[in-house]
């Protein structure tokens, strides 16, 4: 029993550690998902960079109430577990993220962003994110223009330098 519970515990420990746990969407997922619902996408982006001074996600309550509604009805379009994030040259869309605490780190995620600023203030440029890059960063893959998946990584030692 004792073997059973440690293990479980092991396995809690590294999903949740674990830059690539099991749940993390594939960047062939994530490009089709984008195409599938670039008008979407290109209006929540559209509203973020507008609401970027006032807010940091769809859900601030510095937004009204029907903005905050359009938010969500456009997010339900794409996948009501999206979390958007704004402002910091770049507008996420992320599908997965997780750590330890996430308010203490480490921590990570991997989604969609339209960036609004060159792509180096933001990350490194790689050919793809289906693997852990091994070190804490940014990391970028494009799709078109302005759009790109993004890797997000922050380790313990820099946990209090960034926000996801």
């Given at each position: 029993?004792?073997?059973?519970?440690?293990?479980?515990?092991?396995?809690?420990v590294?999903?949740?550690?674990?830059?690539?746990?099991?749940?993390?969407?594939?960047?062939?997922?994530?490009v089709?998902?984008?195409?599938?619902?670039?008008?979407?996408?290109?209006?929540?982006?559209?509203?973020?960079?507008?609401?970027?001074t006032?807010?940091?996600?769809?859900?601030?309550?510095?937004?009204?109430?029907?903005?905050?509604?359009?938010?969500?009805?456009?997010?339900?379009?794409?996948?009501?577990k999206?979390?958007?994030?704004?402002?910091?040259c770049?507008?996420?869309?992320?599908?997965?993220?997780?750590?330890?605490l996430?308010s203490i780190?480490?921590?990570?995620?991997?989604?969609?962003?339209c960036?609004?600023?060159?792509p180096?203030?933001?990350?490194?440029i790689?050919?793809?994110?289906?693997?852990?890059?091994?070190?804490?960063?940014?990391?970028?893959?494009?799709?078109?223009?302005?759009?790109?998946?993004?890797?997000?990584?922050?380790?313990?030692d820099?946990?209090?330098?960034?926000?996801?």
């Amino acid at each position: 029993m004792l073997c059973l519970l440690a293990a479980v515990l092991a396995f809690y420990v590294w999903h949740y550690t674990s830059p690539f746990p099991f749940d993390v969407p594939k960047d062939r997922s994530l490009v089709a998902l984008f195409h599938a619902h670039q008008q979407a996408f290109q209006t929540l982006a559209d509203m973020a960079d507008k609401d970027a001074t006032i807010a940091s996600t769809e859900k601030s309550e510095n937004l009204g109430v029907a903005r905050r509604s359009e938010y969500a009805r456009l997010v339900s379009q794409i996948d009501r577990k999206m979390k958007l994030g704004f402002g910091d040259c770049r507008i996420a869309f992320w599908f997965a993220r997780d750590g330890i605490l996430l308010s203490i780190g480490p921590r990570w995620a991997k989604g969609i962003a339209c960036l609004t600023c060159v792509p180096s203030r933001v990350g490194e440029i790689v050919s793809n994110l289906d693997k852990d890059p091994g070190r804490g960063g940014g990391y970028l893959v494009p799709i078109e223009g302005d759009w790109y998946m993004i890797y997000q990584r922050l380790d313990y030692d820099d946990w209090r330098k960034k926000k996801l």
